[in-house]
C-alpha cells in the first residue's frame, strides 16, 4: 500500500504520470475513478483551499469527502505511546486511524508544527502516526512538507513553459517577509520539487539562520545528482533575481529561532524588502511569478506583481483540484 506523504516517496516516473492524468482531469474534469469511494479529510488548521478542492474533486471522481476537525466536530486525539491520557485529549491516534480506516477508503491530514522545538515538529508525529496506523492510504494535505502544491506548481510551470522538460530554467525560491514566523512546509516543498524537475535553483533568504532543514536541503542535493540541475543559496536578492526564468515567494521562520520570536522578529524585520515587487521582476529573464496562496498583498508581493500578466498564482491554486484528483484516484485504486 503505498501513501502521499512527500513526493521524494514516488519516482519521477510516477510523478510525471501523476503529472499527465492531472492534465487529463483538466480537461475533463467529470470521472468514476471514485465511484463507491470516500475520502476522511482530518484538519488540525484552517483551510481554504485545500479543503475546497479536495471536497470537490472527490464530488467530480463519484467520491464523498467527510471534513472532520478534531478539538471542534471531532475528539481531541493523544498521539505519544505510553501517555496517561487524563488531559484534554479523548481518544489515541491507535484507534483514530484504525476506525477511519474501516470507514473511508482514504484519509487526507493537514496538522502544522507547533513552532516551539523544530527537533520535534521535524518529527512529523501526526502525519507519521496517521500512516503507521491506517490501513488505507494516507495523503499529506500539509503538515512540514506541502506535497500536493509541489505537483500543482510543477503543473503550472508545465503548462506556462509548454513542455513537461523544466531543465535548465532558472529557479528562484525567495523568503519574504510576513508578521509571523510562518511553517517551511511550502518552502521545503518548493526546493524538492524544483530540483526533482532539474531546474538550475537558487534559495535566496535573509541570513543563513534562514537556510532549510538539512533533511530537504539534503532531498534538494539528491535530487540534482539525478536529474541535473544544480542548487545554490544567496542572501542577494539583485544576484538572485537576474536571469530568472522562475520567482517563487514564501515566507518562513527561522529554524534556530523556533521558540523565540522575539529574538527572530529583529531579523525578520531588517529584511522587509525582500518583498516581490516590480524592480526586482524587472531583473528576470522575462520571468514567471508564483505562490502558494494565500498572500498579504504589499508586504509579501505588490498589487503590481499579483496582478501582472506574469503571476500564475491563480493557475497554480487551480491546479490543485487536479493535481489532487490525480493523487485520489491513484491510491485508491492500487
Excluded at 506523504?5 to 492531472?22: C, F, G, H, K, Y
Excluded at 496517561?84 to 491530514?109: P, Q, W
Excluded at 526564468?245 to 520570536?261: E, I, N, Q, T
Aim: charged share 25%; aromatic share 10%; net charge neutral.
Amino acid at each position: 500500500m503505498k501513501h502521499f506523504l512527500n513526493t521524494q516517496d514516488w519516482t519521477r516516473p510516477e510523478l510525471d504520470e501523476l503529472l499527465v492524468q492531472a492534465a487529463r482531469f483538466k480537461r475533463s474534469k467529470l470521472g468514476d475513478q471514485l465511484k463507491g469511494k470516500s475520502i476522511a479529510l482530518v484538519f488540525f488548521n484552517p483551510s481554504l483551499r485545500t479543503r475546497t478542492s479536495f471536497e470537490l474533486g472527490a464530488f467530480q471522481l463519484g467520491g464523498h469527502a467527510v471534513v472532520l476537525q478534531p478539538g471542534k466536530d471531532a475528539w481531541p486525539i493523544e498521539f505519544n505511546l505510553g501517555t496517561v491520557m487524563d488531559g484534554e485529549a479523548e481518544e489515541h491516534i491507535a484507534e483514530v486511524a484504525r476506525v477511519l480506516s474501516r470507514y473511508a477508503d482514504l484519509i487526507a491530514v493537514r496538522a502544522f508544527p507547533k513552532f516551539q522545538d523544530w527537533s520535534v515538529d521535524r518529527q512529523d508525529t501526526v502525519l507519521r502516526s496517521f500512516a503507521k496506523y491506517s490501513t488505507v492510504p494516507v495523503i499529506n494535505l500539509e503538515t512540514i512538507t506541502h506535497p500536493c502544491q509541489e505537483l500543482a506548481h510543477a503543473m503550472a510551470l508545465q503548462e506556462h513553459f509548454k513542455t513537461p522538460d523544466l531543465r535548465g530554467k532558472k529557479f528562484v525560491l525567495t523568503w519574504t517577509y510576513h508578521p509571523k514566523p510562518l511553517n517551511t512546509a511550502v518552502a521545503n516543498s518548493a526546493l524538492t520539487i524544483a530540483t526533482r524537475m532539474g531546474m538550475d535553483v537558487t534559495l535566496l533568504c535573509p541570513t543563513p539562520d534562514y537556510v532549510l532543514d538539512e533533511r530537504y536541503m539534503g532531498w534538494a542535493a539528491d535530487n540534482v545528482a539525478e536529474s541535473g540541475g544544480s542548487l545554490r543559496i544567496s542572501h542577494d536578492p539583485t544576484d538572485a533575481y537576474t536571469g530568472a526564468d522562475v520567482v517563487y515567494a514564501k515566507s518562513w521562520g527561522a529554524l534556530p529561532y523556533f521558540g523565540r520570536w522575539d529574538q527572530e522578529k529583529p531579523i525578520r524585520d531588517a529584511h522587509k524588502h525582500f518583498m516581490v515587487d516590480e524592480a526586482k521582476m524587472a531583473l528576470t529573464n522575462n520571468g514567471v511569478f508564483s505562490h502558494c496562496l494565500p498572500l498579504r498583498r504589499n508586504v509579501k508581493a505588490t498589487d503590481g506583481v499579483m496582478d501582472a500578466p506574469y503571476c500564475i498564482a491563480i493557475e497554480e491554486a487551480e491546479n490543485r483540484l487536479h493535481v489532487q484528483k490525480a493523487i485520489m484516484a491513484a491510491l485508491a485504486n492500487q
